[in-house]
C-alpha cells in the first residue's frame, strides 16, 4: 500500500491563506511538496524554506493554472525533482462580486479561467502519470457558495465554483477506474492574509463577528480547518472516497434553500 513518503503533492495557489496551510500539512504527513504561485515568489520561497526546515522537501514553481502550456510546464518541473505527482489539490481561485446591475463579463470570464480551466489544465497535466500508477488523489477546493449562500454579490463567482463541483463528479467518473480519487472541499469563511485589504480594524472584527454567527459553530473558519479536510481525501487510506464534495464551513445557516 502507499504511503505518505511515497506521494509527490503539487498545491496550486500555494503562497498565502489556505493553500499555505495545505502545503504546510501535507509536507507534514510526509509528502514531497510542489509550492505553486503566480506572483509572490517571496511568499512562496518563505514557505519552501519552513517546509525544508522542519525536515520536508518542497519546491516553489510559479505558473498560471489558466494557461495550459504554464501547467504543463509546472508539472514537468515537479516530476524532474520529486517524481511523478500523486497529490493535485486545486486551490487556486479569485474572486470577484457582481450583481445582475453591475454585471460585468470580462471579470466572470477571468473568474471562470483560473477557477474552472484551471482545474481542467491541472488535472489533464497529471492524470497520465496517475493512470500509469493506478493511484492519484485529487481535490478540488470549491465554496460553500456553490451550495447556494444567501451572502450578496458572489453569484457569479457562486456558478464558477458549482462547475467546479460537477467537474469533480464528473472527472471522479472519469478517472476512477485508474485508481483515482476526486474530491471536493467547500470552505465556508475562512479570513486569510489578505481578505481584510482596506476594512479598517474595528469594522473588519465586526464583519468576522456577523459571519461566524451564521455559523453553527459561532466561528469563523481558519486556514487548518480546511488543510485537515483535504488531508484526509488526499490520504493513502482514503481509497474508497470519490466524487465528494465536503462543506468545512462550521456549519452555515444561510443558505437560499432554507
Not at 90 to 116: C, F, P, Q, S
Not at 126 to 141: A, E, H, L, P, Y
Not at 219 to 233: H, K, L, M, Q, W
Amino acid at each position: 500500500m502507499a504511503t505518505w513518503r511515497d506521494q509527490v503533492a503539487l498545491v496550486t495557489g500555494a503562497g498565502r491563506g489556505i493553500g499555505r496551510a495545505i502545503a504546510r500539512r501535507l509536507a507534514r504527513e510526509g509528502a514531497s511538496v510542489c509550492v505553486n504561485y503566480v506572483t509572490r515568489a517571496d511568499v512562496a520561497e518563505s514557505l519552501v524554506a519552513d517546509i525544508t526546515a522542519n525536515g520536508g522537501r518542497a519546491i516553489a514553481v510559479a505558473a498560471d493554472v489558466s494557461d495550459d502550456a504554464a501547467v504543463e510546464g509546472m508539472v514537468d518541473r515537479v516530476s524532474a525533482e520529486f517524481g511523478p505527482v500523486t497529490i493535485l489539490v486545486n486551490n487556486a481561485g479569485i474572486g470577484h462580486k457582481g450583481t445582475l446591475d453591475n454585471y460585468d463579463a470580462e471579470k466572470l470570464e477571468h473568474m471562470r479561467h483560473v477557477n474552472v480551466d484551471g482545474i481542467i489544465h491541472t488535472t489533464r497535466a497529471v492524470m497520465t502519470d496517475m493512470r500509469r500508477q493506478k493511484f492519484g488523489r485529487i481535490v478540488n477546493i470549491t465554496s460553500i457558495a456553490a451550495f447556494g449562500t444567501s451572502l450578496p454579490g458572489n453569484a457569479f463567482y457562486a456558478a464558477t465554483k458549482a462547475e467546479a463541483q460537477i467537474l469533480t463528479r464528473r472527472f471522479a467518473m472519469e478517472l476512477g477506474g485508474h485508481g483515482i480519487t476526486v474530491n471536493a472541499v467547500a470552505p465556508g469563511y475562512v479570513p486569510t492574509e489578505g481578505s481584510q485589504g482596506t476594512t479598517p480594524e474595528e469594522a473588519w472584527k465586526e464583519q468576522l463577528q456577523k459571519l461566524g454567527a451564521l455559523a453553527m459553530l459561532g466561528r469563523v473558519g481558519d486556514p487548518d480547518d480546511i488543510a485537515n479536510a483535504v488531508a484526509f481525501f488526499a490520504s493513502p487510506e482514503a481509497g474508497w472516497v470519490t466524487g465528494q464534495a465536503l462543506a468545512v464551513d462550521g456549519g452555515r445557516m444561510d443558505y437560499l434553500g432554507h
